[in-house]
């Protein structure tokens, strides 16, 4: 059972609207689930110090006041912090946020910016993703598909309908797979950290 969630819809909905004025950055709150999702489920835990000046486009965003920026930042953590309980106690469970339109009567779900936020996510930390591109390349091939523009090309020349008639139903159990598959290296890390603690104790 995941317990009650932090992040709630009005405070994804603020977000969303504060992304949609910002003009760098991640300016869509879909994109930013992505984004984040990657992070929450990678092979390393990285500093937020690492990834919010991606979420708003440099060093420092540009808000009216501290207490904005407070705000600001507290709903991006908020989000990723409700992303990783998801995973923690519902992995099985997860499915990304999509967009969805209405194409010749038919309700379409809008996969792109989705993906194109996961890879983003990717790219921080692109050495240690390494593995998982040379072992498990079909795992990252939906999001590959609707997040580049190679992949877009691909989809053309494969027929975008067709296209993304098969493969956008594959992204959500890619993520989940994509999760699985660095379980076991985050449970190795974190038992060396915790060997390096106790050592510390020791000594001191």
């Not at 990657?38 to 979420?55: D, Q």
């Not at 440099?58 to 953590?77: C, S, Y």
């Not at 921080?124 to 580049?148: S, V």
Request: glycine content about 8%.
């Amino acid at each position: 059972m995941i317990p009650a969630a932090l992040f709630s819809q009005r405070d994804f909905d603020t977000l969303a609207d504060w992304l949609l004025h910002r003009g760098k950055g991640i300016c869509d709150i879909i994109e930013l689930e992505g984004f984040l999702t990657a992070i929450v489920i990678g092979p390393n835990t990285l500093s937020p110090l690492k990834w919010l000046p991606k979420v708003w486009g440099g060093a420092q965003p540009r808000l009216r006041d501290l207490n904005e920026l407070n705000q600001f930042t507290g709903l991006v953590v908020g989000f990723y912090n409700d992303i990783a309980l998801q995973f923690d106690h519902a992995p099985d469970r997860f499915k990304p946020t999509f967009y969805e339109s209405k194409v010749d009567g038919k309700r379409v779900q809008v996969v792109d910016e989705w993906c194109t936020g996961f890879l983003k996510g990717m790219r921080l930390d692109t050495t240690a993703w390494r593995p998982l591109k040379q072992q498990r390349p079909d795992l990252l091939k939906p999001l590959l598909l609707f997040g580049t523009r190679a992949g877009w090309k691909e989809l053309e020349a494969g027929g975008e309908e067709k296209m993304h008639r098969i493969w956008s139903r594959k992204i959500a159990p890619a993520v989940r797979q994509i999760r699985a598959f660095w379980v076991p290296h985050r449970r190795a890390v974190h038992e060396m950290q915790l060997q390096m603690s106790r050592q510390d104790e020791k000594v001191h």
